[in-house]
């Protein structure tokens, strides 16, 4: 049996399913709302408190394993060395020997299982030196979720060996069982282990303890919910029916006017997808007593690129920020360091997305994007009076914003190439006016979420009442879970389930 490396890469190019997403249990899918119903039942049972903990442990785990039992070996694997570890950092003099050797286990599993076809596919000779061994390195499946629990091992091992608030948050534990309870609860729990929100451990160790029923945020977890599925199975599933269009050799044919369509439609489902997925995650934590940072703060209303990623995807910027961006020195060692600083962690973080080096080109995007901003208008960029010079800023961020999101479609970086040539050759081209209308009716409700947001904003800032304040905000999420129900598009893996 032979391999063709490269006839790998384009297959990812081309859209194709990563072979791991069928090995999870979709948040969309019938069997997971019966697990959810089973374990949320049993949870609240009157049974002594220590089988709280250890159920909800036993349900991560299975939730994890449905489809492929196997993987949960390697999250068990990391699980057991950061509880050992965590603990020596705690008990050890050695302790920041043990933390750097913990991090590195942890980044070593990572690249790995992460990067191994991006080698393979950057050095097609190693074919011809060791195949076997190329092969088989080819062969091993990408564990799902991967770069979020180990991002949760490295933040444990961090803020255990960090003096203060942190170290004391998570090392608490009265025992050595009670620490790896937690810890397996904080590096498995079901809602976030797939694609986030990443949670620090300082953040999630206090909120560990016994649950009761009657302190559920009811209001919380239904809106979150509902607002959660709408993005994910109304705009994100029936967008995905046009974007698929934006793939290699399909772009092709299309014109000028239809290329910009498509990626203005992926830039919506993106959103729409991972806003919609960290917004279940957060409504499903919730209903177990357990509360999960804010992932997306209407981020497409940003008048910086700062700000966008102050709003867009939240908890990886803040990990990236307090993990990465601070240790390295941040803004505290001149102008040059700090742009230098930028261009690392944003490159880093966009490798962090995915095996292809064009996430890492995306990453540079932004972090050229970043350190410019701050070369011309300096660290905090000044706040505009006039609404027209506001709009433009605020169109310019999403215009850069959304060319970088063709590198996240078309991870093959001829595919790129081959898109930007097409847009300047096709101008001509007749376009597809029933898929650009399809695009702009999708794309409607999350310009109506984003601006929603403005008016909310500006009318609190003003003391004045909010029109979607008690019956009308009920009424607007009864009409939500009504187009859930009526106009589902076909079901999809998550966009960031391949992270």
């Not at 590195?104 to 080698?119: H, I, T």
Request: charged share 15%; no cysteine.
């Amino acid at each position: 049996m032979s391999i063709d490396i490269r006839a790998i890469g384009r297959a990812g190019a081309l859209g194709k399913p990563p072979r791991f997403v069928r090995w999870t249990m979709l948040f969309t899918s019938g069997v997971f709302f019966v697990f959810l119903t089973v374990a949320f039942l049993v949870y609240y049972l009157p049974l002594p408190g220590a089988w709280q903990l250890r159920w909800l442990i036993f349900a991560s785990l299975f939730f994890y394993s449905y489809e492929f039992p196997a993987l949960v070996l390697l999250l068990l694997l990391v699980a057991a060395t950061d509880v050992v570890v965590s603990r020596k950092i705690i008990t050890s003099p050695q302790s920041k020997l043990w933390a750097v050797s913990g991090v590195a286990f942890n980044l070593a599993v990572l690249a790995f299982f992460k990067y191994n076809r991006l080698l393979a596919l950057t050095f097609p000779s190693l074919g011809g030196v060791a195949s076997e061994p190329v092969r088989l390195l080819l062969m091993l499946p990408l564990p799902i979720g991967i770069s979020f629990y180990i991002f949760h091992g490295i933040s444990l091992l961090v803020d255990t060996l960090r003096d203060g608030p942190s170290r004391r948050d998570v090392s608490s534990a009265r025992s050595f069982g009670e620490h790896a309870q937690k810890t397996l609860l904080y590096v498995s729990f079901f809602p976030q282990l797939i694609a986030g929100p990443i949670v620090k451990a300082h953040q999630f160790y206090p909120q560990i303890r016994r649950k009761a029923f009657r302190d559920i945020d009811w209001d919380g977890a239904i809106t979150a919910l509902i607002v959660g599925y709408f993005l994910k199975v109304v705009i994100a599933d029936n967008m995905s029916q046009q974007t698929f269009w934006l793939a290699y050799p399909y772009f092709l044919n299309d014109s000028t006017l239809d290329l910009l369509g498509l990626l203005l439609g992926y830039s919506v489902q993106i959103f729409a997808d991972f806003a919609g997925y960290s917004l279940i995650a957060i409504g499903l934590a919730r209903l177990f007593g357990y509360n999960l940072p804010t992932n997306f703060l209407f981020p497409y209303i940003s008048e910086s690129f700062s700000e966008f990623w102050t709003r867009w995807h939240m908890s990886l910027s803040s990990w990236l920020r307090d993990y990465l961006y601070f240790p390295l020195g941040g803004n505290r060692k001149g102008r040059l360091r700090t742009y230098l600083n930028l261009m690392i962690v944003m490159g880093l973080g966009g490798m962090w997305h995915g095996a292809a080096w064009s996430y890492g080109i995306w990453g540079l995007w932004h972090g050229a994007a970043l350190a410019i901003e701050r070369m011309v208008v300096g660290p905090r960029s000044a706040t505009a009076r006039s609404l027209a010079i506001r709009i433009l800023r605020g169109a310019l961020v999403f215009a850069v914003v959304t060319a970088g999101w063709l590198l996240f479609k078309l991870p093959h970086f001829g595919d790129v190439i081959a898109y930007l040539r097409t847009l300047f050759t096709n101008l001509h081209a007749e376009s597809n006016k029933p898929m650009d209308m399809l695009i702009l009716i999708y794309a409607i409700p999350v310009v109506a979420y984003h601006l929603n947001y403005l008016i909310k904003r500006r009318a609190r800032g003003l003391g004045r009442s909010y029109f979607l304040d008690g019956l009308a905000r009920h009424i607007a999420l009864g009409v939500l879970a009504a187009a859930i129900v009526l106009n589902p598009g076909p079901s999809k893996a998550f966009i960031y389930f391949q992270f």
